[in-house]
């Protein structure tokens, strides 16, 4: 089930990237089906996992997939063989008569058809398979923002699937905001790289002060609606502050791996993996200290950026030279 843990993380990975109605290429170890129709033929086979993220895949008789298949949206129909196991996330399953899945079918949400004839040596898993108990509310406690926000006494299926949803909102608006913002993200995005020191500095000093500035208004009853907008603009600051952090990760993955992306897909991946390491970190046992204290120097860093550059209204420091990207990638 590790090849699969994996495979589901990089197909929310690819969700998160402009859709396009092609096949494009995925790690050297799989494919990565992006949209539009794609057909497996007989003779021919994929030498590592399938990631399907919407479209239309057909896996004929004779075709071979040499690891897991996950179905993120969109409808696969299957008559080869699967040296794996079959998840699907949403969208439609077919599995006909001719095809062998040596794992198991996962589903979540997904319409699944399985025919009589087919051979599944593993087991079908839906999503009533799971038992998740009912939450308990008295422990509900809240932790740091914009990556931990809240945390529960859950089951650990219930954690995660809770972590993720957080996680995939933060992605998801970091691609948002690249789509209208690009110029003003990636003025944040240089000042956090080229002057840590002073963004991270302005950033402590704007995480701790400014909330109790804050709270201090409220007791002024007059300046209630001040304080009001004045958490609203810093709770902004600070969110736009991770997400610039995360077009800087993601620009630098893309390069790394010689990927083309889209600036708003590369803020997505690079906002996911920050926030999925960070948050992550703060949730395992004895180091979580050391993660809060990442994420609060990430945080710092962003905040302290979009103070310096007014919300990435100039760069910092006045006269310098930025290199936006461009709305599409190169080449």
């Known amino acids: 089930m590790k ?32 949209g539009g129709t794609f057909t497996l033929s007989g003779g021919q086979s994929v030498d590592g996992d399938l990631l399907v993220v919407g479209g239309v895949v057909t896996l004929e008789e004779g075709s071979f997939v040499n690891g897991d298949t996950v179905l993120f949206g969109g409808t696969i129909s299957v008559d080869g063989e699967i040296d794996g196991t079959l998840a699907a996330m949403g969208g439609t399953v077919n599995v006909g008569p001719h ?3 040596r794992g198991d079918v996962v589903r979540f949400g997904a319409v699944v058809s399985i025919a009589e004839e087919a051979t599944i040596e593993g087991e079908v898993i839906s999503e009533q398979s799971f038992d998740i108990p009912s939450f308990d509310w ?119 791996f010689r990927w083309e992306l889209h600036p708003a897909a590369a803020a997505g991946i690079g906002t996911l993996v920050v926030a999925t390491l960070l948050g992550g970190l703060a949730e395992v046992p004895c180091i979580g200290v050391l993660g809060v204290l990442a994420i609060v120097i990430v945080i710092s860093l962003g905040l302290g950026a979009v103070v310096l550059t007014r919300f990435g209204s100039r760069l910092y420091p006045e006269g310098g030279t930025a290199i936006v990207p461009s709305s599409t990638p190169e080449g």
């Open 99 to 101: 095809a062998v899945i």
């Open 138 to 256: 008295q422990y509900m406690r809240p932790t740091l923002l914009p990556l931990r926000m809240w945390s529960y006494t859950f089951s650990p299926l219930v954690s995660v699937l809770w972590f993720t949803a957080r996680v995939l909102l933060l992605a998801a608006l970091a691609v948002v905001v690249v789509m209208f913002w690009p110029e003003p993200t990636r003025r944040v995005a240089l000042a956090v790289v080229e002057q840590p020191l002073p963004a991270g500095g302005i950033g402590v000093l704007t995480l701790f002060v400014a909330p109790a500035l804050l709270l201090a208004l409220i007791f002024t009853i007059c300046l209630i609606p001040v304080s009001a907008v004045g958490f609203v603009v810093f709770g902004a600051a600070a969110v736009f502050g991770v997400l610039a952090v995360g077009l800087e990760v993601g620009q630098r993955i893309a390069l790394m």
């Open 3 to 34: 090849r699969l843990a994996a495979g589901l993380l990089l197909a929310l990975v690819v969700a998160l990237a402009v859709p396009i109605s092609a096949l494009a290429a995925g790690p050297q170890d799989g494919q990565v089906i992006f």
